[in-house]
């Protein structure tokens, strides 16, 4: 398993422990030696809550980017039952860095549909890191416009840098595939949930995240840019990124705060890589929960409160201390 920085010290007790167990095996019962794995087992669940209790915006990027971090296909199998997924956007091709199709969620007939990052260089370059071409686009459109013709609520899985930035891409017709993919989002009369599992990076992101609720898993996180970008653009320096990532509010518990997301799912200690059936269970209980609750709401109420949603963004109001109006 990768190792982050801050991680080190936890994974230098693992190898202890794991090195102890070694030993134990071949070596038969040792008590001296089953109580240290013990008392180490507990040292190194002590120093990961001490850690992950007080991690900054940058470590959280970090998590959200960890190579072994579940995917959407690592999460749908334990999501969902009977998937079938559905390929191309029926005008140029297929895109293998959104996957999505017709699944069972409880036993709920759904449209489920996320970004697929890929693992291993082969898969990694065959998914485009994640990064979405416009067939990607059209293929979620069809995707929620199928879920609407049938009333199939919408489950969507977000986890990229942003949608790919190539001449190719643009040449046909990136931003227009986006936006389609924004407006038929917003006018399915199905629920729609969105959940930010790994990055959520701008419009690559949103496109799939025009939702009822947006729920982001803890170490998650979802802006406008990347912190590098946000970065390269402020101060023409890439190497300010950590600075970047705290001044964006791009963590789950500050977007919480600021409205932007509706739900905190929280994550095994240690991060979703550490117990991926876990953390799915978790994604599992909170769709269920506000699927329930919307599944309530007649299709002209699900699209008014989407748009609602939105349109609330940003709001402020402003206070005037001691002033009085005259």
């Known amino acids: 398993m990768a190792t982050l920085d801050f991680e080190r010290p936890i994974a230098e007790l693992d190898a202890q422990i794991a090195r102890l167990r070694d030993v134990l095996q071949r070596g038969g ?3 001296d030696a089953h109580a240290e794995v013990t008392r180490l087992e507990e040292t190194a669940r002590a120093l990961r809550a001490e850690i992950f209790r007080d991690l900054g915006a940058w470590e959280k990027v ?23 997924e559905l390929h191309g956007d029926r005008l140029h091709g297929d895109d293998a ?27 990694a370059v065959r998914r485009n890191f994640g990064m979405p071409h416009p067939e990607g686009y059209r293929k979620a459109r069809r995707l929620v416009e199928l879920a609407g013709r049938f009333g199939r609520p919408i489950v969507t899985l977000i986890d990229t840098s942003g949608a790919y930035p190539g001449i190719g891409a643009e040449a046909r017709g990136q931003s227009e ?22 990055e959520g990076g701008s419009g690559g992101a949103l496109a799939l995240g025009v939702a ?7 170490h998650a996180v979802y802006s406008v840019i990347t912190p590098e970008g946000c970065a390269s653009i402020l101060w023409k320096d890439s190497s ?61 109420a699900l699209v008014e409160d989407r748009y609602r949603r939105f349109r609330a963004l940003g709001e402020f109001v402003e206070e005037t201390e001691g002033v009085t109006p005259g």
Do not use: C, W
């Not at 709920?108 to 990052?117: E, F």
């Not at 595939?177 to 790994?198: D, K, M």
């Not at 509706?262 to 095994?268: A, Q, R």
């Open 240 to 300: 300010r990124a950590p600075e970047a990532a705290m001044r964006l509010k791009l963590t789950a518990t500050e977007l919480y705060r600021l409205g932007v997301i509706d739900e905190v799912v929280l994550e095994p200690l240690g991060g979703a890589h550490r117990d991926p059936s876990k953390a799915a269970e978790l994604v599992h209980d909170a769709i269920a929960r506000h699927l329930d609750a919307l599944s309530a709401l007649s299709p002209a």
């Open 97 to 123: 860095s959104i996957v999505g199709g017709l699944a069972r969620f409880a036993g709920r007939p759904v449209v489920v549909l996320g970004h697929q990052k890929g693992r291993g260089v082969k898969e």
């Open 29 to 31: 019962p040792d008590d």
């Open 177 to 198: 595939a986006i936006g389609q993919s924004l407006l038929a989002f917003s006018r399915a009369p199905v629920p729609v949930i969105a959940v930010v599992i790994g």
């Open 62 to 84: 970090q998590l959200s980017r960890h190579p072994d971090r579940p995917y959407t296909l690592d999460y749908l199998p334990r999501l969902v039952t009977d998937f079938v």
């Open 212 to 218: 009822n609720r947006v729920l982001m898993l803890e």
